[in-house]
């Protein structure tokens, strides 16, 4: 029985229909040091029941502007978050491969942090959530994200 439950998990968390979100929230955001650690969030983040819809709802423009304290206003429903980074984990380093083998990324070594590729022939979709996502976190640090949504990094 655990193999058909294990098969169903592959089937719908693959790093083939994930890895675009990945690839997604390093395109929107902003280059610093250290943002590979970031990318534990993505996953937990945008498959979130309730968050995926708060994140795809925020606003990005001149007179209106969500932020992390905004989308994140209630972080009672955080409650699982550290355990979705944990059980997300493998399938997060999965992508990132993934991410890295179709040049959708690159890996800056000395800063530990992943960006765009600036030689990316492949196209992948454009998942909004993570965009947004990326969009929230950037002008933030590693650091203050962590500590504000109340997880350690793994």
């Not at 990318?39 to 992390?68: D, E, M, T, W, Y």
């Not at 994140?72 to 429903?77: E, L, Q």
């Not at 992508?95 to 590729?117: G, P």
Request: net charge negative; aromatic share 12%; glycine share 4%.
């Amino acid at each position: 029985m655990s193999s058909i439950v294990d098969a169903l998990y592959e089937l719908k968390y693959n790093p083939f229909d994930y890895g675009p979100f990945v690839a997604s929230f390093y395109k929107h955001l902003d280059e610093s040091e250290n943002n590979l650690l970031l990318a534990q969030l993505v996953i937990p983040l945008c498959s979130h029941p309730v968050f995926s819809k708060k994140i795809s709802g925020a606003v990005f423009g001149n007179k209106k502007r969500s932020s992390i304290w905004s989308v994140f206003d209630d972080r009672k429903k955080l409650y699982d978050l550290q355990e979705r980074i944990d059980g997300f984990q493998n399938l997060t380093e999965q992508c990132i491969q993934y991410c890295l083998i179709n040049d959708w990324l690159s890996v800056d070594e000395n800063n530990l942090s992943l960006s765009k590729s600036d030689s990316s022939n492949s196209v992948f979709t454009q998942q909004k959530c993570a965009e947004k996502l990326g969009q929230l976190f950037s002008g933030h640090s590693v650091v203050e994200i962590y500590a504000f949504l109340g997880v350690k990094p793994r």
